[in-house]
């Protein structure tokens, strides 16, 4: 069963700079952590909910690439 994906009314501010940087290339928490000045820990959850409604996948442990942006409707990215 797919999960339910977010629409751009579903995203704060992290949200929307996570998949900013996310259209850049891949990414880990750590990155994240560094170029958004938040807490690692906080960079995880909030791609935790970005892999939970598929629109990143997690390439390997702590790392992670865009694969549909909640920004634009129906925009995948290959």
Do not use: F, W
């Amino acid at each position: 069963m797919r999960s339910v994906t977010l629409s751009g009314d579903d995203l704060n501010d992290t949200d929307r700079a996570i998949l900013a940087e996310l259209e850049r290339g891949r990414v880990t928490p750590q990155y994240l952590a560094s170029e958004l000045d938040i807490s690692r820990p906080y960079a995880s959850e909030r791609l935790k909910r970005l892999l939970e409604h598929e629109h990143v996948v997690r390439l390997a442990p702590g790392l992670y690439e865009l694969e549909n942006d909640p920004r634009e409707s129906g925009s995948v990215t290959e």
